[in-house]
T-cell receptor, first 115, second 109 residues
Framework: EPEVTQTPSHQVTQMGQEVILRCVPISNHLYFYWYRQILGQKVEFLVSFYNNEISEKSEIFDDQFSVERPDGSNFTLKIRSTKLEDSAMYFC?????????????FGPGTRLLVL | RKEVEQDPGPFNVPEGATVAFNCTYSNSASQSFFWYRQDCRKEPKLLMSVYSSGNEDGRFTAQLNRASQYISLLIRDSKLSDSATYLCVVNMYDYKLSFGAGTTVTVRA
């Protein structure tokens, strides 16, 4: 069964450093998402992406965040200057988008720790 | 008011028991509804979609009450493997999922 993959599974970084989290969505999916989950808290929407542009972003997704689909398979989330409060699990998700299919499929996540 | 509110539990039940819990959502324009399951430190996985007429998937039954903005999940004949956090998830028209904080269920032998 096709699945969303994410790399790395864990990342430790120093405050102020840039990180890039990578995702490979399911191959025929058209809509891509990033969510985050701070330890002990709920999953929160960050951004949605369709047709090579952001379709919606949350208030969490400020100027320090950016997303890109650099090629036909990868979908990345960049945090330019990490803060302690960026420590969280980051989930990528994708959705087919065709035929009204709504289900979003989540990757296994990248656990980011900012020191 | 939170977009999606859930009873956090925990619900601690013996194997074979029935457990039910619910959530409420604030936005009446919400269009679709799901229950996801999340195991400790893992990604959310779709358990089932929730339809207006109510729906069943094996031992799991979901109900939706649009008038009261209320969604429920019932698990029959609980198994040890049902131990998890169950996430109530609501989708607006833009497919931005709003998650509840989750209801923790522990099934004991």
């Amino acid at each position: 069964e096709p699945e969303v993959t994410q790399t790395p599974s864990h990342q430790v970084t120093q405050m102020g450093q840039e990180v890039i989290l990578r995702c490979v969505p399911i191959s025929n999916h058209l809509y891509f998402y990033w969510y985050r989950q701070i330890l002990g808290q709920k999953v929160e929407f960050l951004v949605s992406f369709y047709n090579n542009e952001i379709s919606e972003k949350s208030e969490i997704f400020d100027d320090q965040f950016s997303v890109e689909r650099p090629d036909g398979s990868n979908f990345t989330l960049k945090i330019r200057s990490t803060k302690l409060e960026d420590s969280a699990m980051y989930f990528c998700a994708s959705r087919p988008g065709a035929g009204g299919q709504e289900t979003q499929y989540f990757g296994p996540g990248t656990r980011l720790l900012v020191l | 008011r939170k977009e999606v509110e859930q009873d956090p539990g925990p619900f601690n039940v013996p194997e074979g028991a029935t457990v039910a819990f619910n959530c409420t959502y604030s936005n009446s324009a919400s269009q679709s509804f799901f229950w996801y399951r999340q195991d400790c430190r893992k990604e959310p996985k779709l358990l089932m979609s929730v339809y207006s007429s109510g729906n069943e998937d094996g031992r799991f039954t979901a109900q939706l009450n649009r008038a009261s903005q209320y969604i429920s999940l019932l698990i029959r004949d609980s198994k040890l493997s049902d131990s998890a956090t169950y996430l109530c998830v609501v989708n607006m028209y833009d497919y931005k999922l709003s998650f509840g904080a989750g209801t923790t269920v522990t099934v004991r032998a």
